[in-house]
């Protein structure tokens, strides 16, 4: 259970602001054709949280993997659960 937690905690890191941008991106749909479009957010999503994970865990704190390798999650195990749980969320998002 531990280890789900720490997956998950790892994830919300990267996938809050990656979201939020993703959502006002979509909303700018709004403007120009008068309805918020869930496939741009969608996409959006997909394509910026590898990029936030990138700029939070490789670039600002790249210490942060030894405490994730130390509860035995490897560094490419992160970065395929970013990338497969970013593909679910946003085709989940896409389909609304």
């Known amino acids: ?17 990656s979201l939020i941008i993703s959502i006002g991106l979509g909303s700018l749909t709004w403007l120009t054709s008068g309805q918020f479009s869930f496939q741009n957010s ?12 990138y700029f939070i865990y490789e670039i600002r704190n790249p210490n942060t993997y030894f405490f994730y390798y130390n509860l035995g999650f490897s560094k490419r195990f992160l970065w395929l659960f970013t990338v ?13």
Not at 1 to 17: G, H
Not at 85 to 95: D, E, P, Q, R, V
């Open 42 to 53: 969608g996409l959006a999503f997909v394509f910026l949280t590898p990029l936030f994970h």
């Open 1 to 17: 259970m531990k280890k789900i937690l720490s997956t998950f905690f790892f994830y919300k890191t990267a996938a809050i602001p």
């Open 84 to 96: 497969i749980a970013s593909c679910i969320l946003g085709l989940i998002l896409m389909c609304l």
